[in-house]
Each structure stands twice: as C-alpha cells, then as structure tokens.
C-alpha cells in the first residue's frame, strides 16, 4: 500500500532535477545503523524508484549492497577507451566531492554500481540500448551490510535544496524511511517459453568446432544461446531477487534496474576483487551437472577433475588470468590443481587466484584486463570475439559481462554476468554458453546450457526439461 503524504512530491522533484545537477558538488554522509533488512530498504519507497535500483550480495552473504534513487547516471556507447573513461568521470566526480564517512569499511561512501556491455563491437539489439556499452549508477540512498554491520549513505549534490549540511542529510533519510511503502510481490506466471534458433545452434556449434580441429589460429571459443520466456503480468524484478537469494546461495547475486525491468542473475563467477592492495579473481570453467545422490554427485564431481577436455578449457581460463594480473601484481598465487565449486544444478571446475596489486593499480584497469577470460569468450581472445561475431547472431549485451561495484576509495568487486537474464516487461531473454574446444560435442553442449539456464529459470517459476 502506497502512503501518500507531502513528502512524496519532494521526492520526485528531487529526482527530476538531479540530472541538471551534475557540475555541482556530491556532498556524502554515511553512518553506521542498527541492522535493516535489504529486501525491505530494496523495497521502499518503490513506487517512487522503481527502475532505480540496484541489488548485490556476494555468496553466503558477508556483504550486500543495495541503492535506491539515481543521483548520476554514467551511460557510454563507447568502445575503446570505456574502461578508462568511466575512471575519469567517478575521478573527477570525487575530486570535488565532500565526504563525511566516519567508518573504514569498504562498500560504504559514494559508490559506482553496473557494468559494461560483453562486446561494445557487437550488433546492438534494441532491448539492450538503455544499458549502452559502460552503465553505471550513484545512488541517492544506499545501505551496506559487511557480515552483522549495517550503514546507510545518502549522496545528494550540493545547492540542492535539502542536502547542504550533514544534518540535513541524515534528516533527508529519516523521511525517507517514514515514507516507506509496502507491496505485494506477486510470482510471475510463464505463459511462453521459447529456446530461440536452436538448430542455427547447434550449427555454428559444428562450424566452430571444425575451425578448432582442422586450425591452429585458434583453441577455444565460448558460444552461448538464448531462452525467451513470455508472462502473463510484467515481472516484478522483486520476485526473481528474492527467489535468486533463496535458491542461489552461493553464487553472487545482482540486479540492474531499468525503467521496464532490469539485468538479474546469480553467477558463482568472481572477476576480480580488490580491497586495499589484494586482489583477488578466479578460473571458472568445466562443468557437469548434480546428482540428487551424494555418491552419484561424487562419482560427477570426480570425473569432472580427470575429464581432459574439461581440464584444457580450464587450463586456458587460468593461463589467460595469470598474464593478464601478471604485469599489475607483486605477487600473485594460483593453485596448480583446480577443485570442485558446487551451485545447485551444476559443478565447475574452479581456480582461485589471490595477488597483491602494485600502486596506482585501479579496479577498472584490472577489469579491462581480465575481460573477457576465455571461460566467456576464447584463446585467443581477438579470433575467438570475431567468431562469436560471426557465429552467436545475437548480441549479448551485459551477458557474460563485468558487472560490479567501486567505491570512492578504489575498493570493489566484479562478477562475470552468467547465470543471469534481462527482464523487459512481459517478456524475460535468458543466456547461456559453454566452452568449445576440438573435442566438444554439439549435443553435449547443448544439454549443458540447458542446465546453465536452470538457475535463472527457476527463479522465474519455470523449469528446463
Ligand atoms: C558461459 C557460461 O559459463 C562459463 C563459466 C563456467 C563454465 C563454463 C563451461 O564449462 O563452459 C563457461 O565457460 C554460462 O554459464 O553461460
């Protein structure tokens, strides 16, 4: 239920104006509060911010995010130079910025939260266009859960009519969470589902398959496929976070809203964390399903570890890593042998791999330098983007893409966005690829991305015969 007061018009108001805000100060408070309930700050006040929001929890839960209310939006079609770029803007944005953050935590303060589009030299397909090719939001009201410790930033630009003193703005939040309205968040019913061109698939599947066998300019190619799901109601992005949260607790979950809906996965797949000078990332690739049985789920596991062809595509993820963190770590550790990482449908093989970053090395740059590993796109990574060109015939947009947080003191986390899926309204387009070397088998593969859309589908009310 909705209760309306005078506030609510401020709101709006607020947000309307804050896009000609941009040139003025960020002025942000942050406090540590008693424990709030994420869905519950996610959900309030939604009918004001729907469409500008944003959700994150890492696995098992030590950390969430969540932001409500674009302050700024950084919204990039460009290739080139658009990691980079988006460095400059947050870095010039904080050059001017007031910060009154007491607490040393990470995740708290003025933060960046989106991503970037897979290939920014992809045909774009309209219903990826209001994500362009770098999208990122600063939120107005934002809450970060570190393990039991809970804090509230509220960012506004300064001249703005409520934001001019700290004070100020810790009363904006207070009002805020007098204004909170609740809803029902109902299941969205799928009255179609649709597995889009698979014999086009499975050809290109063969095409690219042939190309590694009878070539040597080329050893790997990630080839994915997309499922179309249609509703009876427009899907309540709601809905699909908090069955993703049940259901896929050890993955990293994520939602990007959007005016009519919004990218939302949970992928088990980190790309890089920094927090101070260590860095972390991993290998993930090689997969096989679960079994219901323990022993059976074993006997799966086991032979995925000795399985060669698994092990090669692998192998290849954590070579391309090690080169690419090489040149911006003084130290860097990857275990010699990969061990199991266990979701609910599907078991991978997986490296962890730690460092410690050299100084003056920003998150962003080491984003640009992992993406795209070859457990997304192949060995070597130019031949293999062409053939998924030439190959995929779909554009991929935040599919398999970096997406993840900053904040201002260069901390921050990105996931490789698999697992996931874009909500437009009544409909929902869901991906999944899977690693292709010599040996793969087109019908295997195709049974495996199957599984891979599991997850998502699941979380939608559907499943994957
Ligand atoms: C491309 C996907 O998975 C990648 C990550 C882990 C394992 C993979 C594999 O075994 O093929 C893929 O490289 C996906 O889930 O859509």
Request: aromatic share 10%.
């Given at each position: 239920?909705?209760?309306?007061s005078?506030y609510?018009?401020k709101f709006?108001?607020?947000?309307?104006?804050?896009?000609?805000?941009?040139?003025?100060?960020?002025?942000?408070y942050?406090r540590?509060v008693k424990?709030i309930?994420?869905?519950?700050f996610?959900?309030m006040n939604?009918?004001?911010?729907?469409?500008?929001?944003?959700?994150?929890?890492?696995?098992?839960?030590?950390?969430?995010?969540?932001?409500?209310?674009?302050?700024?939006?950084?919204?990039?079609?460009?290739?080139?130079?658009?990691?980079?770029?988006?460095?400059?803007?947050?870095?010039?944005?904080?050059?001017?910025?007031?910060?009154?953050?007491?607490?040393?935590?990470?995740?708290?303060?003025?933060?960046?939260?989106?991503?970037?589009?897979?290939?920014?030299?992809?045909?774009?397909?309209?219903?990826?266009?209001?994500?362009?090719?770098?999208?990122?939001?600063?939120?107005e009201y934002?809450?970060?859960?570190?393990?039991?410790?809970?804090?509230i930033t509220v960012?506004q630009?300064?001249?703005?009519?409520m934001s001019?003193s700290s004070n100020q703005i810790k009363k904006m939040f207070d009002l805020f969470l007098k204004n909170a309205?609740?809803?029902?968040?109902?299941?969205?019913?799928?009255?179609?589902?649709?597995?889009?061109?698979?014999?086009?698939?499975?050809?290109?599947?063969?095409?690219?398959?042939?190309?590694?066998?009878?070539?040597?300019?080329?050893?790997?190619?990630?080839?994915?496929?997309?499922?179309?799901?249609?509703?009876?109601?427009?899907?309540?992005?709601?809905?699909?976070?908090?069955?993703?949260?049940?259901?896929?607790?050890?993955?990293?979950?994520?939602?990007?809203?959007?005016?009519?809906?919004?990218?939302?996965?949970?992928?088990?797949?980190?790309?890089?964390?920094?927090?101070?000078?260590?860095?972390?990332?991993?290998?993930?690739?090689?997969?096989?399903?679960?079994?219901?049985?323990?022993?059976?789920?074993?006997?799966?596991?086991?032979?995925?570890?000795?399985?060669?062809?698994?092990?090669?595509?692998?192998?290849?993820?954590?070579?391309?890593?090690?080169?690419?963190?090489?040149?911006?770590?003084?130290?860097?550790?990857?275990?010699?042998?990969?061990?199991?990482?266990?979701?609910?449908?599907?078991?991978?093989?997986?490296?962890?791999?730690?460092?410690?970053?050299?100084?003056?090395?920003?998150?962003?740059?080491?984003?640009?330098?992992?993406?795209?590993?070859?457990?997304?796109?192949?060995?070597?990574?130019?031949?293999?983007?062409?053939?998924?060109?030439?190959?995929?015939?779909?554009?991929?947009?935040?599919?398999?893409?970096?997406?993840?947080?900053?904040?201002?003191?260069?901390?921050?986390?990105?996931?490789?966005?698999?697992?996931?899926?874009?909500?437009?309204?009544?409909?929902?387009?869901?991906?999944?690829?899977?690693?292709?070397?010599?040996?793969?088998?087109?019908?295997?593969?195709?049974?495996?991305?199957?599984?891979?859309?599991?997850?998502?589908?699941?979380?939608?009310?559907?499943?994957?015969?």
């Amino acid at each position: 239920m909705l209760i309306h007061s005078p506030y609510h018009t401020k709101f709006v108001d607020t947000m309307k104006h804050k896009e000609h805000q941009t040139n003025k100060v960020l002025v942000s408070y942050t406090r540590k509060v008693k424990k709030i309930d994420p869905v519950g700050f996610f959900q309030m006040n939604r009918s004001v911010y729907t469409g500008e929001r944003f959700f994150w929890q890492s696995p098992d839960d030590p950390m969430t995010i969540v932001g409500i209310g674009l302050l700024r939006t950084f919204l990039n079609h460009r290739a080139d130079d658009r990691f980079s770029q988006i460095e400059k803007e947050w870095r010039e944005l904080l050059s001017r910025a007031v910060i009154d953050n007491p607490t040393r935590t990470e995740g708290t303060g003025p933060l960046l939260f989106g991503g970037f589009s897979f290939d920014p030299y992809s045909v774009k397909e309209e219903m990826w266009q209001p994500f362009g090719d770098t999208l990122f939001y600063l939120p107005e009201y934002m809450l970060t859960i570190l393990n039991e410790d809970c804090y509230i930033t509220v960012n506004q630009f300064e001249n703005s009519e409520m934001s001019r003193s700290s004070n100020q703005i810790k009363k904006m939040f207070d009002l805020f969470l007098k204004n909170a309205d609740s809803y029902d968040v109902q299941a969205p019913s799928i009255s179609s589902k649709e597995e889009l061109s698979v014999p086009e698939w499975l050809t290109s599947v063969s095409t690219v398959i042939n190309k590694l066998k009878t070539t040597d300019t080329v050893d790997k190619v990630v080839l994915a496929r997309k499922l179309k799901l249609g509703f009876s109601q427009p899907v309540l992005t709601d809905y699909v976070l908090k069955e993703l949260r049940v259901q896929q607790k050890n993955s990293f979950i994520f939602l990007l809203e959007t005016a009519d809906g919004g990218f939302i996965g949970a992928s088990p797949e980190r790309l890089v964390q920094k927090k101070d000078d260590l860095v972390l990332s991993t290998s993930l690739a090689g997969s096989i399903g679960r079994h219901v049985e323990p022993e059976e789920d074993k006997k799966l596991g086991d032979w995925l570890l000795k399985d060669e062809k698994n092990r090669y595509e692998h192998a290849l993820v954590v070579q391309m890593i090690r080169r690419a963190l090489q040149p911006y770590c003084k130290e860097l550790h990857i275990p010699e042998e990969p061990i199991l990482l266990k979701t609910p449908y599907i078991q991978h093989l997986y490296t962890p791999v730690s460092g410690t970053a050299r100084p003056e090395t920003s998150i962003f740059h080491l984003v640009g330098e992992l993406h795209p590993t070859p457990a997304l796109g192949g060995v070597p990574t130019r031949e293999a983007m062409k053939m998924i060109r030439d190959q995929e015939k779909m554009d991929r947009g935040f599919y398999a893409a970096p997406v993840g947080w900053t904040d201002y003191r260069g901390n921050g986390e990105f996931i490789v966005a698999i697992r996931s899926g874009l909500i437009k309204n009544q409909e929902a387009f869901l991906y999944a690829g899977c690693g292709l070397v010599a040996d793969s088998d087109p019908e295997e593969e195709l049974k495996e991305t199957g599984i891979k859309f599991q997850p998502m589908l699941k979380a939608m009310g559907g499943s994957f015969e």
